[in-house]
């Protein structure tokens, strides 16, 4: 009972973060703003994390949890870099 209850909470949260993804692709690709656009992307690479780390919890492979750390060091730091950028104007100073 409580195997199945974890792998169907497991499997709507994959859904719901598919839709999460779909929702911020299209944000990312829409706009109307850059900022907009920085935004898109950074809840799509923390959506794509969290997926990968849904799917680590139901596999058991400890692979999907390191490659959603270098998912979200990666992204984190485009986000502070676009964010720079789009104060500045030149991200190395």
């Known amino acids: 009972m409580t195997m199945l209850a974890l792998a169907l909470a497991i ?5 719901l973060l598919g839709i999460a993804m ?3 692709a299209y944000r990312a690709l829409r706009g109307p703003r850059a900022q907009d656009r920085v935004l898109g992307l950074d809840a799509l690479y923390l959506a794509g994390m969290l997926l990968l ?32 950028f789009l104060m500045r104007g030149e991200v190395i100073e």
């Open 53 to 84: 780390l849904t799917y680590g919890i139901q596999t058991g492979r400890t692979i999907f949890f390191e490659s959603a750390l270098i998912i979200a060091v990666l992204g984190f730091a485009g986000t502070v870099a676009l964010a720079k």
């Open 22 to 24: 779909a929702f911020a």
């Open 11 to 15: 499997t709507a949260a994959q859904i």
